[in-house]
């Protein structure tokens, strides 16, 4: 393990097998059903949560992981040998996350890691946006960056994010409350497509279109204008459920725009899925330096 450990929050939509490989620990949001709890990304996924949605006509709750998730997180990673954490944490616009982990780093100041320094960023953003930043900051990691440099870099990869995504339906915020059902049903009729992007913390409806196809072109052109013409720095198209879609969505993306070759198809995640509904698609980048 490097000196300095990466860890981050499964909002981050980091598969297990890429935060592995560059040894990012996961700390899981935590998914309710009645009182039943899963741990997101781990113990259920995207697929998982809307096919039991649809089976008893009623969505979860989320949570964010507990102060003590986070220490034992800490402790552990510690314990394999690292001197230094950067934590790097869901929009606390959000969630609660981000309070939990300084919550967290607090309690070790004293005991057997005291003198073993923490840090905990807010990343303000979510999703690939966020997991791009602790992509980065792993990656300087391995090259021996100290905590401040690692922290820097995984800054500035924030400072250069961008997300973009449509919602396929209304019917899951209309169930979460977030909108009457009265205008989920005319939405629907209308085949009406939320267009979201990430402002001041948290996802939030950029414009409407109406149709799946239109969303999609919207999104692709927003993506063009973020880039300004150049390829960005990484890519990952984002999805809920819908992993073949997902997969024409980013055969029409890049066949507009220069994609990176190592462009990551991702599902958002169930912290995250539970409030956006399954069949959304998107996009999450880094624009170059």
């Not at 900051?137 to 922290?151: C, F, I, K, V």
């Amino acid at each position: 393990m490097p000196r300095l450990a990466v860890i981050t929050d499964t909002d981050s939509s980091l598969p297990l097998d890429l935060a592995a490989r560059y040894g990012i620990g996961l700390v899981p949001i935590l998914v309710n059903f009645g009182e039943e709890t899963l741990r997101s990304g781990i113990e259920i996924g995207d697929g998982e949560v809307f096919a039991r949605v649809d089976r008893e006509g009623k969505l979860p709750t989320t949570a964010a992981p507990s102060p003590g998730d986070f220490q034992r997180a800490f402790e552990e990673t510690f314990a394999k040998g690292a001197e230094a954490i950067l934590c790097i944490c869901v929009s606390s616009v959000i969630s609660g996350t981000y309070n939990a982990a300084l919550v967290a780093a607090q309690a070790l100041e004293e005991g057997p890691w005291r003198g073993r320094p923490i840090r905990v960023l807010d990343s303000r953003t979510l999703s690939m946006a966020q997991g791009f930043m602790a992509l980065a900051a792993a990656e300087a990691a391995q090259a021996g960056a100290t905590l401040e440099e690692a922290e820097a870099r995984a800054r500035d990869v924030g400072e250069r994010s961008f997300l973009y995504a449509s919602l396929a339906t209304l019917k899951y915020l209309a169930m979460s409350g977030r909108v009457g059902y009265l205008a989920a049903g005319m939405a629907t009729l209308l085949n009406v497509k939320p267009i979201l992007t990430v402002r001041e913390g948290k996802l939030d409806m950029l414009e409407r279109v109406r149709t799946e196809r239109r969303a999609w072109e919207r999104v692709i052109e927003l993506t063009t204008q973020a880039l300004n013409g150049v390829p960005p720095e990484r890519l990952a198209i984002l999805h809920v459920a819908v992993p073949e879609a997902a997969q024409a969505f980013a055969e029409q993306l890049c066949a507009r725009l220069p994609c990176p070759p190592e462009r990551l198809i991702v599902e958002l995640g169930a912290g995250l899925s539970v409030h956006s509904g399954a069949g959304m698609v998107g996009v999450a980048g880094v624009r170059p330096a």
